[in-house]
């Protein structure tokens, strides 16, 4: 219903057709993606581009009412040179996606009959989403420099959100974006009190030079946070193990129970990848969080080192604000 300005502009969101449910889409239009904080970043999206291949909508808004607006969300598909479709049954889609899993997709418009079996042959050759290689697309290519605090927090960058880094300097920090295969020297040079795997898309098994920098943090007790594919990481850093989703959490309502107080918190989350739940035991990590649907692992705790995960997006954007207090449990490592 509302969110799409963030969505569309998340890394994690990189190579796939995204299909939204609430039937009609865009009536509020799109901010003006120029416009930037006191700290130089994008105010209202988070990242410098649209990240999907492509957008699904039951009906598209051709009109837009919004004191903030530039745009409509046809005009910004169009300026970003993202196809969309509009007309389709997306609660029909959906039910097929939550029966059959997440799945490959191409967009077809024809004035004539579309040759079904020939498109099926066509995406049977395209690049399957679990080869592709997320990285070189969606990070850094260079180191970032973000706030004015004394002490800073590097933010390894395998797709990170705008929001994860306005979180950081909102502790007092300044953030230091650094490229995903930055090595863990490298990171130490910088001087930094803490240390965040930040969210993206893809397998975390293909960020092997991440995976060791994350295992060289956890032997060396720096304060480190690990959001969504941060999280599988630094599992897959301490002896968990990940797996492939059937269907992804993918949502701004998705309820957790905190382990620690019984809490249960809304959450947003956008995610394919799982840490398996059964090899916690024989890690170096214990359970945090569990989603209260289908009890998946949604977050972990070192048992002996300055180190914590969570699969969900505690900087929300979109979504609910309820778990920002995760930041407060870097902070509080940092500050230990």
Same mark, same amino acid.
């Given at each position: 219903?509302?969110?799409?300005?963030?969505?569309?502009?998340?890394?994690?969101?990189?190579? /796939?057709?995204?299909?939204?449910?609430?039937?009609?889409?865009?009536?509020?239009?799109?901010?003006?993606?120029?416009?930037?904080?006191?700290?130089?970043?994008?105010?209202?999206?988070?990242? #410098?581009?649209? /990240?999907?291949? +492509?957008?699904?909508?039951?009906?598209?808004?051709?009109?837009?009412?919004?004191?903030?607006?530039?745009?409509?969300?046809?005009?910004?598909?169009?300026?970003?040179?993202?196809?969309?479709?509009?007309?389709?049954?997306?609660?029909?889609?959906?039910?097929?996606?939550?029966?059959?899993?997440?799945?490959?997709?191409?967009?077809?418009?024809?004035?004539?009959?579309?040759?079904?079996?020939?498109?099926?042959?066509?995406?049977?050759?395209?690049?399957?989403?679990?080869?592709?290689?997320?990285?070189?697309?969606?990070? %850094?290519?260079?180191? /970032?420099?973000?706030?004015?605090?004394?002490?800073?927090?590097?933010?390894?960058?395998?797709?990170?959100?705008?929001?994860?880094?306005?979180?950081?300097?909102?502790?007092?920090?300044?953030?230091?974006?650094?490229?995903?295969?930055?090595?863990?020297?490298?990171?130490?040079?910088?001087?930094?009190?803490?240390?965040?795997?930040?969210?993206?898309? +893809? #397998?975390?098994?293909?960020?092997?030079?991440?995976?060791?920098?994350?295992?060289?943090?956890?032997?060396?007790?720096?304060?480190?946070?690990?959001?969504?594919?941060?999280?599988?990481?630094? +599992?897959?850093?301490?002896? %968990?193990?990940?797996?492939?989703?059937?269907?992804?959490?993918?949502?701004?309502?998705?309820?957790?129970?905190?382990?620690?107080?019984?809490?249960?918190?809304?959450?947003?989350?956008?995610?394919?990848?799982?840490?398996?739940?059964?090899?916690?035991?024989?890690?170096?990590?214990?359970?945090?969080?569990?989603?209260?649907?289908?009890?998946?692992?949604?977050?972990?705790?070192?048992?002996?080192?300055?180190?914590?995960?969570?699969?969900?997006?505690?900087?929300?954007?979109?979504?609910?604000? #309820?778990?920002?207090?995760?930041?407060?449990?870097?902070?509080?490592?940092?500050?230990?």
């Amino acid at each position: 219903m509302v969110g799409y300005a963030e969505a569309l502009t998340d890394p994690s969101y990189n190579g /796939q057709i995204l299909t939204l449910t609430y039937p009609l889409v865009g009536n509020y239009g799109v901010p003006d993606p120029s416009v930037k904080d006191d700290d130089g970043i994008s105010k209202f999206f988070e990242s #410098d581009r649209m /990240q999907i291949r +492509g957008l699904v909508v039951h009906e598209l808004s051709l009109t837009a009412s919004h004191w903030n607006l530039t745009m409509t969300l046809d005009e910004w598909l169009y300026n970003e040179k993202v196809p969309g479709i509009s007309g389709i049954d997306t609660r029909e889609l959906t039910k097929k996606l939550r029966t059959s899993g997440v799945m490959m997709a191409a967009l077809v418009v024809s004035d004539t009959e579309i040759d079904v079996e020939k498109i099926k042959t066509e995406l049977a050759s395209a690049t399957h989403y679990n080869s592709e290689q997320f990285m070189d697309v969606v990070s %850094t290519k260079k180191e /970032q420099f973000f706030g004015q605090g004394n002490d800073s927090v590097v933010v390894v960058d395998t797709g990170t959100k705008n929001a994860i880094i306005r979180n950081v300097l909102e502790l007092g920090y300044k953030a230091i974006l650094v490229p995903w295969d930055t090595s863990y020297e490298k990171i130490m040079s910088y001087n930094p009190k803490g240390v965040v795997l930040s969210s993206g898309p +893809g #397998d975390p098994q293909k960020c092997s030079n991440t995976i060791d920098t994350a295992k060289q943090l956890i032997e060396n007790n720096i304060p480190t946070l690990g959001i969504c594919l941060g999280a599988q990481i630094i +599992g897959i850093a301490g002896n %968990t193990e990940t797996y492939k989703l059937k269907y992804g959490h993918r949502g701004q309502n998705k309820s957790c129970i905190n382990l620690e107080n019984n809490q249960v918190y809304v959450t947003s989350q956008n995610h394919g990848y799982g840490i398996t739940p059964e090899s916690i035991a024989k890690s170096d990590f214990k359970l945090w969080f569990t989603n209260a649907d289908d009890k998946t692992v949604e977050g972990i705790k070192h048992k002996k080192q300055n180190c914590i995960a969570v699969q969900f997006h505690p900087e929300a954007s979109p979504g609910p604000f #309820d778990c920002k207090f995760v930041f407060d449990e870097l902070k509080h490592l940092m500050e230990k």
